[in-house]
């Protein structure tokens, strides 16, 4: 038996390092500025043993977009274990929140992905756009559950308020301009639920 004290977590496997370093790499520099090189010395792994894991950068793209699919997968599985579809929407809000200081830095994580692809002429180009119309299709199903005959036109307002807020957070490096649009946000929700 081992003291969970004492207990010493195993490293990451290196595929794992380099789609995570790629994330966050694409994330803070986009993708037409990182290299492979920029990568592989984000997830300490030498140049040379990334060609066994990932052949081009583009394979990293594929990947990292994948990666986004599962994390919008894994928060809108912990968002349905709410009872209320208010209650979704604005803890949707509080994480987007959560994040005002990323975004002051760097926009949103997955909005600045999908613009700097969509101006790509690559065969991947598009499934930015179906993880983003996931996202918007949540949206619309919580707005429907609030009874709403208008929920399309709200789950674009409601995803739009927030890639939108987050462009002005990065344009002007001010978080506070998050906080205030999410409170603005939950208020809004608040009306449509009442």
Same mark, same amino acid.
């Given at each position: $038996?081992?003291?969970?004290?004492? *207990?010493? +977590?195993? %490293?990451?496997?290196?595929?794992?390092?380099?789609? #995570?370093?790629?994330?966050?790499?694409f994330?803070?520099?986009? =993708?037409?500025?990182?290299?492979?090189?920029d990568?592989?010395?984000?997830? !300490?792994?030498?140049?040379?043993? =990334?060609?066994?894991?990932?052949?081009?950068? #583009?394979?990293f793209?594929? +990947?990292?977009? @994948? @990666?986004?699919?599962?994390?919008?997968?894994?928060?809108?599985?912990?968002?349905?274990?709410? %009872?209320?579809?208010?209650? /979704?929407?604005?803890? $949707?809000?509080?994480?987007?929140? !959560?994040? /005002?200081? $990323?975004? @002051?830095?760097?926009?949103? %994580?997955?909005? &600045?992905?999908?613009?700097?692809?969509?101006?790509?002429?690559?065969?991947?180009a598009a499934? %930015?756009? /179906? =993880?983003?119309q996931?996202?918007? #299709?949540?949206?619309r &199903? *919580?707005?429907?559950?609030?009874?709403?005959?208008?929920?399309?036109?709200?789950?674009?307002?409601?995803?739009?308020?927030?890639?939108?807020?987050?462009?002005?957070?990065?344009?002007?490096?001010?978080?506070?301009?998050?906080?205030?649009?999410?409170? /603005?946000?939950?208020?809004?929700? !608040?009306?449509?639920?009442?």
């Open positions: $038996m081992t003291n969970s004290s004492t *207990q010493v +977590t195993a %490293p990451k496997k290196k595929r794992e390092r380099l789609i #995570d370093a790629a994330i966050r790499v994330y803070e520099q986009g =993708v037409e500025k990182t290299t492979i090189a990568i592989a010395r984000a997830a !300490d792994v030498p140049v040379g043993n =990334v060609y066994y894991y990932f052949k081009t950068k #583009d394979q793209v594929e +990947t990292v977009i @994948a @990666a986004h699919e599962a994390i919008l997968d894994a928060t809108i599985t912990a968002l349905e274990q709410l %009872p209320a579809p208010a209650q /979704r929407l604005k803890a $949707m809000v509080a994480g987007w929140v !959560d994040q /005002r200081d $990323m975004a @002051a830095n760097f926009g949103c %994580p997955f909005g &600045t992905l999908a613009t700097e692809l969509n101006k790509r002429n690559e065969p991947f499934e %930015p756009a /179906r =993880v983003m996931r996202l918007i #299709d949540w949206a &199903t *919580q707005f429907e559950a609030l009874d709403r005959d208008d929920a399309d036109e709200l789950a674009i307002a409601f995803i739009a308020a927030y890639q939108g807020i987050s462009v002005l957070t990065n344009t002007f490096g001010n978080p506070a301009l998050m906080t205030t649009e999410g409170a /603005r946000l939950q208020r809004w929700i !608040d009306e449509l639920a009442a």
